[in-house]
T-cell receptor, first 115, second 111 residues
Framework: NAGVTQTPKFRVLKTGQSMTLLCAQD?????MYWYRQDPGMGLRLIHY???????AKGEVPDGYNVSRLKKQNFLLGLESAAPSQTSVYFC??????????????FGEGSRLTVL | GEDVEQSLFLSVREGDSSVINCTYT??????LYWYKQEPGAGLQLLTY?????DMKQDQRLTVLLNKKDKHLSLRIADTQTGDSAIYFC???????????FGKGTKLSVKP
């Protein structure tokens, strides 16, 4: 059981380049999330999805886009990378708010550096 | 808006007890959580407490919840070097299951 898998795990970009982070979960979870983690800032929610075909903005959505075309996948896109987007990105999933404890299952993280 | 506050660092000696404190703002949170993050890894749920409970004990872990003061604490008994990690307090703030995380407390355990 793989849980939540993120690819790639590391990436270096130049300012202005684009890229997509892929998150895949095999737990049939309805909800998926993208967070970024920065030193001294904790985790901040970028975008989330409450089901296939749905997306919503989180706390820090600017500069990012997401898509949830398949229930098991949640993609995070950077159209024009900026140095401020240097961070560690975490994907998480959960079953359904209200149906259980609401535990989030996290991937191992994707470390992105923008030069 | 919603906020979760916790101290950034805690240093203890091996064998001592560790207490990590957290304050939160949303009194309607159904669950409150403690997540653990080891170096280079994602977060893993350590324990949680339902909002109608005052205390929860799980082996070396004790969670205390004071709803009046919106204060949550995590006590680790007999702290070991393997407990060195960052501990995040989190609360549920919406029907979509979003969690608001504190900035994390880095626990360092000295032998």
């Amino acid at each position: 059981n793989a849980g939540v898998t993120q690819t790639p795990k590391f990436r270096v970009l130049k300012t202005g380049q684009s890229m997509t982070l892929l998150c895949a979960q095999d737990m049939n979870h309805e909800y998926m999330y993208w967070y970024r983690q920065d030193p001294g800032m904790g985790l901040r929610l970028i975008h989330y999805s409450v089901g296939e075909g749905t997306t919503a903005k989180g706390e820090v959505p600017d500069g990012y886009n997401v898509s949830r075309l398949k229930k098991q996948n949640f993609l995070l896109g950077l159209e024009s990378a900026a140095p401020s987007q240097t961070s560690v990105y975490f994907c998480a999933s959960s079953w359904q708010a209200g149906a259980d404890t609401g535990e989030l299952f996290f991937g191992e993280g994707s470390r992105l550096t923008v030069l | 808006g919603e906020d979760v506050e916790q101290s950034l660092f805690l240093s203890v000696r091996e064998g001592d007890s560790s207490v990590i404190n957290c304050t939160y703002t949303d009194s309607s949170s159904t669950y409150l959580y403690w997540y653990k993050q080891e170096p280079g890894a994602g977060l893993q749920l350590l324990t949680y407490i339902f909002s109608n409970m005052d205390m929860k004990q799980d082996q070396r872990l004790t969670v205390l919840l004071n709803k009046k003061d919106k204060h949550l604490s995590l006590r680790i008994a007999d702290t070991q070097t393997g407990d060195s990690a960052i501990y995040f307090c989190a609360e549920t703030v919406s029907s979509q299951g979003n969690l608001i995380f504190g900035k994390g407390t880095k626990l360092s355990v000295k032998p």
